[in-house]
């Protein structure tokens, strides 16, 4: 599903930001790529300690946006390249993948889970 582009991205710092919108006004929220972790099944995992209008819009409207990039990672043109995320999201307070990010990220209180619709490459 993400393109190996995009995987090596995350090995490298950057900020991710996570865009979601209910009552026709978006929020955005960020975090750091080395956060992010891919599941199995292709989820994208995000520790959370705060996030609390995102998690009430997505409880409304779970329809959220991702960008994250590296300037270390080459682009179309030159050094440097991002992306666009489009899926749905939902907050996780229990199950597997929830316990096995608290391990990873003790400070966490839920985590972001998104599931991916489309990964484009924007630069």
Known sequence: MFPEKFLEVLKYEGVVSIVSCADNEAHVVNTWNHYLEITEDNKILIPSASMIKTEKNVKSNPK???TLGSKEVMG???????FL???TAEFLKEGEHYEMMKKKRPFLTRVLEVTV???KQTL
Do not use: A, F, H, Q
Request: hydrophobic share 25%.
């Open 76 to 82: 179309y043109r030159s050094m440097g390249t991002g």
């Open 117 to 119: 619709d489309s990964c």
């Open 85 to 87: 995320l489009e899926g």
């Open 64 to 66: 959220v946006k991702l």
